[in-house]
Each structure stands twice: as structure tokens, then as C-alpha cells.
């Protein structure tokens, strides 16, 4: 299996909702990433998992909670998000030190209104 | 900001032209890599082009990095219509973060 999945593929949600991203890979891939691309630009880098610990966050705001529960699996707990958080989340994972480049899943296109 | 710069933003050309897109960064790198992303969907994967390397080709692409110069480009050759994308270069440097530069949006005509 070389593949990142991404569930759900669209999601909407209200600024009061809390909802959840996730992310599987099963290519024993030991990072894995959550990035957040608005239309027309570059993906922007928001966390990074490291052996299943948080290695890198980007001064994200509170609001957006990663949790790796496992190698394979990466939750993004959304709460109390802004339309202006409307973006593509897009996971990845990797192997080490970004040797080979990184594997993106599909992503999550998500509308806060 | 960090985030590395391409040229053109936009591309527009023929079936069976050529396509050149140049990305100039501002830090010291590990490598830089090139990507495409197909209609704001997931990017993948194209080439890696290591620090101490200057040239790499993959099938119609081929890859040059000047690091005295903080630049790379992404050549592809004989382009055909499903070659249409927006293309990244990105860069990493002892860690694991991947900084992408602003990205060229190809469009190649039938």
C-alpha cells in the first residue's frame, strides 16, 4: 500500500461544531504531516509527528488539536474554527529526514461557515 | 517569510513545447524537490535534487539546481495536455519541514 487516505473528502461545519480530520498511511512511513493550502497558494505546513510525537508546530492556533494515536493514523480535532480557516487540509507522511520526499494524500476540502 | 519564489505564475503553451519553471529560494538546503497538484487536490511527487547534485532527469523532466545562485528549475519536455497542473518546488534543511515556494500554474493546450 503506497497510498496517504483521507477521510472525509469535503466536510462543512458551523463555527460552534467540532469535527475531525483523519489520515492513514501503511507504508511505515515514521513522520507525518498536516498542511493547510488556501486557493492559489502554496501548501502551508502546520505540524509535524515525528516516531508518533509531536516534533514541529507552526504557531498554529488552538483551535486546530493534532493527536497520533498510532504510526499509521493522524487525527486533526477541529473546534471553534473561523470561515476563514476554510481551506484543503492535506496529510503526508514520510520517510526519514524527507530523504525520498514526502507522500500527500487527496485531502480534506473544508467549509467553515 | 521563507517561502521560496516561482517563475512564471502562469504558463500557457502547446502540445509538444517545452516547459520551463524556475524557483529561487532563501535558505541553505538538504535538497529541493519539485511537485504537481492536479486541480487543488494532493500534490505528488516528482523529482529530488540533492545539495551537492546539479543535474537529475526523470522520464521528460529534468531538474537543475545552482545552490551559489539559491535556484533550481523544472524543465519538461514534449508536454502533452495531462502535464496540466500547478507545480511546487519545495525545500527542507535539517528538519522535517518542507517549505514550498509559490507554485506555477502550466497549461498546456491540445
Known amino acids: 500500500d503506497t497510498e496517504v487516505t483521507q477521510t472525509p473528502k469535503h466536510l462543512v461545519m458551523g463555527m460552534t461544531n467540532k469535527k475531525s480530520l483523519k489520515c492513514e498511511q501503511h507504508?511505515?512511513?515514521?513522520?507525518m504531516y498536516w498542511y493547510k493550502q488556501k486557493a492559489k497558494k502554496p501548501p502551508e505546513l502546520m505540524f509535524v509527528y515525528s516516531y508518533e510525537k509531536l516534533s514541529i508546530n507552526e504557531s498554529v492556533p488552538s483551535r486546530f488539536s493534532p493527536e497520533c494515536p498510532n504510526s499509521s493514523l493522524l487525527n486533526l480535532h477541529l473546534h471553534a474554527l473561523q470561515p476563514e480557516d476554510s481551506a484543503l487540509y492535506l496529510c503526508?507522511?514520510?520517510?526519514?529526514?524527507?530523504?525520498?520526499?514526502?507522500?500527500f494524500g487527496p485531502g480534506t476540502r473544508l467549509l467553515v461557515l | 517569510s521563507q517561502q521560496g519564489e516561482e517563475d512564471p505564475q502562469a504558463l500557457s503553451i502547446q502540445e509538444g513545447e517545452n516547459a520551463t519553471m524556475n524557483c529561487s529560494y532563501k535558505t541553505s538546503i538538504n535538497n529541493l524537490q519539485w511537485y504537481r497538484q492536479n486541480s487543488g487536490r494532493g500534490l505528488v511527487h516528482l523529482i529530488l535534487i540533492r545539495s551537492n547534485e546539479r543535474e537529475k532527469h526523470s522520464g521528460r523532466l529534468r531538474v537543475t539546481l545552482d545552490t551559489s545562485k539559491k535556484s533550481s528549475s523544472l524543465l519538461i519536455t514534449a508536454s502533452r495536455a495531462a502535464d496540466t497542473a500547478s507545480y511546487f518546488c519545495a525545500t527542507s534543511y535539517n528538519t522535517d519541514k518542507l517549505i514550498f515556494g509559490t507554485g506555477t500554474r502550466l497549461q498546456v493546450f491540445p
Open positions: 503526508a507522511s514520510s520517510q526519514d529526514r524527507l530523504a525520498g520526499g514526502i507522500n
Open positions: 507504508m511505515g512511513h515514521r513522520a
